[in-house]
């Protein structure tokens, strides 16, 4: 996954040059070429993103669902004024 330019300038360390991959994965500065013969130049360019496992987002569903539900209950109900 690593060449050797990259390693060099990295720390010369699997462990040196993963951990700059991903702090450069988080920060968003991380992209692949996908190559082949047909298409030697690049044939896909994409930037992978960080996406949060499916038990993260539950949490975060629920937890929303939850302050809409209780902010709900706590606003007063309109009532149209008395007529007479």
Not at 15 to 21: I, K, P, Y
Not at 44 to 66: C, D, F, K, N, Y
């Amino acid at each position: 996954m690593y060449g050797g330019q990259f390693f060099a300038a990295d720390g010369g360390t699997a462990g040196s040059a993963r951990a700059v991959v991903l702090a450069g994965l988080a920060g968003g500065n991380i992209y692949f070429n996908i190559h082949n013969r047909t298409f030697p130049a690049r044939e896909i360019r994409g930037q992978p993103a960080l996406v949060p496992e499916p038990a993260s987002l539950a949490i975060v569903m629920t937890s929303l669902g939850l302050i809409a539900a209780t902010t709900r209950s706590h606003c007063p109900a309109v009532r149209p004024a008395a007529t007479g």
